[in-house]
């Protein structure tokens, strides 16, 4: 890919990410742990939705990696992982990213956004 659409790539990537972690916080909104694992709709949906979340994380490249040091780049790997196991690695996995991983991720997107906005653009 030249440069044009790999910016492009990124931003519909990163807009991906965005969009798949808002949804994940909507759906487990309210939710205590137990509410979460034992709905059976909203936890295959939010489960879902972290799978494409870590899938659109590392399909990003190095470069970018590095100009978002602050993202959890290891700890999504290992949820990703974690979330295709069953029991008990695919629940606290999945507890763990809507109650933190997920904030945590759009609030640095956010700043990320605001700083370093041409990350985010769709304009080649």
Not at 103 to 124: G, K, V
């Amino acid at each position: 890919m030249n440069a044009p659409a790999n910016a492009l790539f990124n931003a519909a990537t990163l807009a991906n990410i965005e969009e798949a972690g808002s949804s994940v916080l909507i759906l487990a909104e309210g939710l205590e742990k137990e509410e979460l694992l034992h709905s059976r709709i909203t936890r295959v949906e939010a489960t879902r939705l972290l799978q494409v979340l870590a899938e659109c994380l590392a399909q990003l490249p190095p470069e970018l990696h590095e100009a978002m040091p602050e993202l959890a780049w290891d700890g999504w790997r290992s949820t990703a992982r974690q979330l295709q196991q069953t029991g008990q690695p695919c629940d606290e996995a999945l507890w763990f990213a809507v109650l933190s991983l997920v904030p945590a991720t759009l609030m640095w997107l956010r700043t990320y956004r605001h700083n370093q906005p041409e990350l985010f653009s769709f304009a080649a």
